[in-house]
DNA sequence: TTGGGCTTCGAAAAGCCTTTCGAAAAGCTT
DNA sequence: AAGCTTTTCGAAAGGCTTTTCGAAGCCCAA
């Protein structure tokens, strides 16, 4: 009943001058006081902060970035949002730049260099310190055809032009690590079951898998890593192929979870057990294939949340981000199906 | 050699200012030029258009926002990056915005409450348009506590209040859809294996089945509907049990895609067919488990996708949002294990 | 030649914060 | 008491765009 006093109907947010008004000082105080630099007293710091607290005022950052400073903000365009790669990556992005008060702008380029460039424009427009540009192959692309005043950072896919900064997994390491603790656990014959041989993910893998083994004296089984396809099946067909041939073999390094998930099922149904008779390692450590199942296996984590992380750190630290492609190696999630 | 020509080192973004100042005109009207609304002749419209071109200009969205006018951005806090239901939300989302040159800001609250409500005022100083809320668990959660001028709105996880606008999946809706499916193709006497018992998505689309199941005069295959938990295990055990205690049943309704997985590979070990023996149907409709694997099976999409466009289209949409739970039904995805 | 109606353009304010710099007040010294 | 330093505060500009509204120029008719 009566007139509506006014915190009932607060349809538009406080400014400064608000709180200025409230506090019974001038905006350039308040703005003093709030950020807690300049010569203010105490007494009427307090004022302002407490007249801020009452009326639950927040700085409009959008003027704050218009005073021609940082925005606090970065852009990150991926180019698929249904992949396991870049969820991860932008998990660990959004996490450095939250401890950092900071916040993500997200765009999904779905693939489309067009479409990427528009994004890229159009962040760019809301003045974002600098881009991510998530791929989700690690073959190298094309750099961003767009002059910047912010640094831009490629994560997973590489530019390919050397003068940009790139945040890539470091495959072939990753895969010498595994078979290194393979070796370790006294493994001596090492089959690789790996992804298609186009996929330059796929080559790094078998590749750091057959160095690690040259490393050690061994060859690997068959000669050379078995290129196929990411799929289940062919971890399956591959293990039945395996045993109809009569190889022997005691380890397999497989190029992706699914594929180890394919020949764990076809190691049980040919009455092998693990890590026993074989010893097997995934990659990926895709949780719903190697932890969240009726065996578990271990896995390569490639630690894209870091990638993400250290993508952010560079981007967002002052100075021009150091050139080139930097490789983070993964490390090895181990659940009983090694030793 | 000489001086460095303007275009070397754009080292600041050009304005308006200098757009009018290349076409000749005032800011007025280089800016009503660009915007194409006012009056301002063909030609120095072009000559603007061309400025604007040629210094590759594009306008300050902060300066824009800060008009009072939208910002054409919402803020998106998500309770878990990892989770498989929020990701193709924010898809769903994130296309819906980008289809209306809007952008998405971001966070992550790890499913604390303080830090989400954190994040909300975060996003709030950046002047979102609106506010989506999306959790992980069909559970209703605590609105907001927070005051706001924008809409907000709550998707996957409803609000407890009322008054606020949530969207959701409807999981009773969406196990009937399968079990009448089933019910269509013949099936007669069905098992559903269920998540726990105290999740409420678990109880929906145990429900849901029953519904179907005694609307077609039937009653589930051991009396009602067998609930624990979310893992294949679970999935494995259970057929086993079935097998073992001579049930006799021909259609499986699952709890989720990693039960049906583990059902599945339960029916082939003990020499069943599917859909020849059982007829067997997942929900979530989760790739990595229903499609890219050895044996594909049917699953419930709970167009998750939509979810996020629906809430988005709500959010986006001028006047305030309709309150209450809005429910969305899944649907099929037929790959074959149903007849 | 003058006045009226159009079309086209520009000056200026609004939107909100930060920062600079000058002014005022208070305290101190001699 | 006068002059100086130190402390505290406020006026104003800067940053960029949109919008309003008045001014100027043009054509044509009277």
């Not at 001058?17 to 006081?33: L, N, Q």
């Not at 831009?152 to 470091?170: I, K, R």
């Not at 790094?204 to 898998?209: F, I, P, S, V």
């Not at 000669?223 to 380890?251: C, I, Q, Y």
Request: proline fraction near 6%.
């Amino acid at each position: 009943m009566g007139a509506q006093p006014s915190d009932t109907a607060p349809h538009k947010n406080p400014t400064l001058a608000d709180v200025a008004a409230a506090a019974g000082v001038s905006i350039a105080t308040a703005s003093k006081a709030l950020s807690n630099r300049y010569d203010v007293a105490e007494t009427t710091k307090v004022r302002v902060l407490e007249a801020a607290e009452e009326l639950s005022f927040s700085p409009n950052l959008l003027a704050r970035g218009l005073l021609g400073g940082r925005t606090q903000s970065v852009g990150i365009i991926t180019s698929d949002l249904e992949g396991r790669f870049s969820l991860p990556i932008m998990m660990g992005a959004e996490g450095a730049m939250a401890a950092d008060r900071s916040t993500v702008l997200l765009s999904n380029s779905r693939g489309n260099p067009e479409l990427e460039l528009q994004h890229a424009k159009a962040l760019l427009s809301r003045r974002v310190d600098g881009l991510l540009l998530v791929g989700d192959t690690p073959e190298p692309r094309p750099p961003l055809r767009l002059q910047t005043v912010v640094p831009v950072v490629y994560v997973y896919a590489p530019s390919q032009d050397p003068a940009d900064t790139s945040f890539v997994c470091d495959n072939a390491a990753s895969a010498k690590l595994a078979t290194e603790r393979l070796i370790g656990a006294g493994r001596r014959a090492i089959v690789h079951l790996g992804g298609p041989a186009q996929s330059l993910a796929a080559i790094d893998r078998a590749e750091g898998t057959r160095l690690a083994a040259a490393a050690a004296g061994l060859e690997l089984i068959g000669g050379a890593p078995a290129m196929g396809d990411w799929h289940e099946t062919w971890g399956w067909s591959s293990v039945h192929r395996l045993l109809d041939e009569a190889n022997e073999f005691d380890a397999l390094v497989c190029g992706n979870d699914q594929i180890a998930r394919g020949a764990m099922d076809a190691l049980e149904a040919r009455g092998l057990r693990v890590p026993g008779d074989v010893a097997l390692i995934g990659f990926d450590n895709w949780s719903v294939l190697c932890a969240d199942v009726r065996r578990p296996f271990s896995s390569v984590d490639l630690n894209l949340d870091g990638l993400g992380r250290a993508a952010i750190q560079t981007l967002i630290t002052p100075g021009a981000p150091v050139a080139g492609i930097h490789k983070l190696s993964g490390l090895i999630v181990d659940r009983g199906s090694i030793e």
